[in-house]
C-alpha cells in the first residue's frame, strides 16, 4: 500500500517511492522495473495509476524502455561542476569512469564565419576539426567536436585521438592553456546525431560551446559538446550573500 492519509495523488506517491529506491541504490542502472501486476500487487494500485508513473518517470530520465522487454532503470546522471576549464574525457576521467573515444572525423574544411570569428582566422583560412563519440560504461553519452587553426590541429594527428586528452596534448607542444569561455544552451538531436549517441529524433541535448585560450589570449581551440540530456548535468554550488552587503563594503 501507499501512504495512508496522504492528499499527493497516487501516480506521484508511487513515482515516489521508485525515485527513492534508485537514488537508495535498490533499483541499479540496468535493473529491469517489476512488471505491471506485480506492482498492482504490491501498492494496491490501478494499472492506469502504474502506467502514468512509469510514463513521468520515463520522460524524467529515470527510466527507459526497450520494445518487448520491458521497463529498465537508466544510467545514472554524470553531473559535473562548471568552474573548471577541462576537456570531456578529463571530466569524466576524474569520476573513475570508464571512459572511451572514437574518432569518426579528423579533416581540413572551410570555416563558418562563426568558426572564423571564435578562432580570429583570416578569410581563407581552413580550420581543422577533430569529431569523437564519447562514450561511458559503453553508452553513447557526448558527441565531442573540436575546431583549431590549421596549423595546430595537423600537430595533433600525431596523437592517439581514441585515448590521448586533447588539452594534455596541446600543453605537451608547449600551449600554455589559461581561459575558457562556456555557453550551455538546450538542443534537440538531429537524424544523424541520434543515430550516433543512439537516442530518439529530437531528444533533448545539452549544448556546450567552449572557446579555449592560451596565456597570450589568442583562441587555441572552438569546441562544441553534444550530451545526451538524460545521462548529463551541470551542478552549481551557490553562496548566499546578505542583501546590501557587496553595496555596504565597495
Known amino acids: 500500500m501507499l501512504y495512508p492519509g496522504s492528499i499527493k495523488p497516487l501516480y506521484e506517491q508511487l513515482k515516489d517511492i521508485i525515485k527513492l529506491n534508485i537514488t537508495d541504490g535498490n533499483l541499479k542502472p540496468g535493473e529491469a522495473l517489476p512488471g505491471e501486476r506485480q506492482l498492482m500487487e504490491t501498492y494496491g494500485v490501478s494499472r492506469v495509476t502504474i502506467r502514468q508513473s512509469i510514463g513521468e518517470l520515463v520522460n524524467e530520465g529515470f527510466l527507459y524502455r526497450k520494445h518487448g522487454k520491458g521497463t529498465f532503470v537508466a544510467p545514472k546522471r554524470i553531473e559535473r561542476p562548471l568552474a573548471r576549464l577541462m576537456g570531456v574525457t578529463e571530466e569524466l576521467a576524474l569520476d573513475?569512469?570508464?571512459?572511451?573515444?572514437?574518432?569518426?572525423?579528423?579533416?581540413?574544411?572551410?570555416a563558418t564565419p562563426k568558426i572564423r570569428q571564435k578562432l580570429k582566422l583570416a578569410e581563407e583560412e581552413p580550420v581543422f576539426c577533430i569529431a569523437r563519440i564519447i562514450t561511458v560504461a559503453q553508452e553513447p553519452l557526448s558527441l565531442d567536436?573540436?575546431?583549431?587553426p590549421q596549423s595546430i590541429?595537423?600537430?595533433?594527428?600525431?596523437?592517439?585521438?581514441?585515448?590521448?586528452?586533447?588539452?594534455?596534448?596541446?600543453?605537451?607542444?608547449?600551449?600554455?592553456?589559461?581561459t575558457g569561455k562556456q555557453k550551455i544552451s538546450a538542443g534537440k538531436a538531429t537524424k544523424e546525431e541520434?543515430?550516433?549517441?543512439?537516442?530518439?529524433?529530437?531528444?533533448?541535448?545539452?549544448?556546450?560551446?567552449?572557446?579555449?585560450?592560451?596565456?597570450?589570449?589568442?583562441?587555441?581551440?572552438?569546441?562544441?559538446?553534444?550530451?545526451?540530456?538524460?545521462?548529463y548535468e551541470y551542478v552549481i554550488d551557490l553562496q548566499r550573500q546578505p542583501f546590501g552587503l557587496e553595496k555596504n563594503n565597495v
Open 194 to 231: 541520434a543515430k550516433l549517441l543512439q537516442c530518439k529524433l529530437n531528444s533533448p541535448l545539452l549544448v556546450v560551446k567552449r572557446s579555449t585560450y592560451v596565456e597570450s589570449g589568442l583562441p587555441i581551440v572552438y569546441s562544441q559538446a553534444l550530451y545526451r540530456g538524460d545521462r
Open 145 to 148: 567536436y573540436n575546431y583549431f
Open 153 to 178: 590541429g595537423q600537430k595533433l594527428l600525431n596523437a592517439n585521438l581514441s585515448k590521448d586528452l586533447i588539452y594534455t596534448q596541446l600543453e605537451l607542444y608547449g600551449y600554455k592553456i589559461s
Open 96 to 110: 573513475g569512469l570508464n571512459v572511451e573515444m572514437k574518432v569518426f572525423k579528423t579533416e581540413s574544411q572551410k
